[in-house]
């Protein structure tokens, strides 16, 4: 028991450093960083980090690890917790992954660093390990099989670092909005989890906003959903949204059914205004 205690004790003086460590780096960067300095900021003996790292450059790799893992760790929770409305999760992620924009270009220093870029680098594999643990309790999350939804999440990850790393929001959007329309014809965001399960529970006879994509895709006569952007298909999904009854439908939804079937990045503010935008695009 006491030794189980000491090691605990240890882990949490050992962490503690890495999370000083990292944060002096985001701070201050990697050029001309002392262990002197470090000390300072963090208020740890010397003695004390020696006692954990065998120098300096490992020391700083480990901080730059265990940060990055803390902050993919707070990406994926936010992810995690807003799984009930994806479009809205869409919608506003940027502004929850602007909090570690500085957290994440260190990272990008370290790998380009001639001295620590390498040995980061091997930790690549590490870092996927992270990225399939959530890769597999999205899928339970989700209903999706592992094996789909694997691209998805790297493919999100890469949205994140062309956001993060060179300012490119629009790329970044556009490769959002592609996992988001995969997500819904692999029907993963019009399942249960789109709604909530509580809520889908809860609600009456009345339509979900979970059917609009089926209903406009039955009323084309298409086997996908994606096929509701070509020819005829296309034609016919437009066509019905003119006298659509659309007041059981989120706002949020019929912003989607605007970008998707008519290709305007709309977003609408009432009910009146979706009417009119799809009338008046029939006409």
Known sequence: MMKYMR???????????????FNYLVKHGLENTTVREL????????GSIYYWFSNKQDLIC??????????????????FSNMENLREFF????????????ELRFIYQMVASPVYGEKIRSKAQDLNFVYDKYVEMLAVRLQCSEEKLKPIVYLFVSAILDYVMWEDKENAQMQLEFIYFILAEKQICCSEYYIGKMQR??????????????ILKDEAGCEYISDLH?????????????????????????????QYIFGKNMKFESLDEA???????NN
């Open 7 to 21: 090691d605990a004790t240890y882990q949490i003086d050992e962490d503690g450093i890495l999370d000083s460590t």
């Open 39 to 46: 000390c300072k900021y963090t208020g740890i003996a010397k």
């Open 62 to 79: 480990e901080a730059a690890e265990y940060g990055l893992k803390k902050v993919v760790e707070k990406i994926f929770s936010y992810a």
């Open 91 to 102: 919608d506003d992620c940027f502004s929850e992954i602007s909090k570690y924009k500085n």
């Open 201 to 214: 529970r809860n609600m009456n006879s009345k339509t979900m906003e979970k059917d609009l994509f089926e």
């Open 230 to 258: 070509y020819g005829a298909f296309n034609k016919k999904a437009k066509a019905f949204l003119k006298n659509a009854d659309i007041e059981n439908y989120s706002l949020f939804v019929l912003s989607d059914v605007a």
């Open 275 to 281: 009417k009119k935008f799809f009338q008046y695009q």
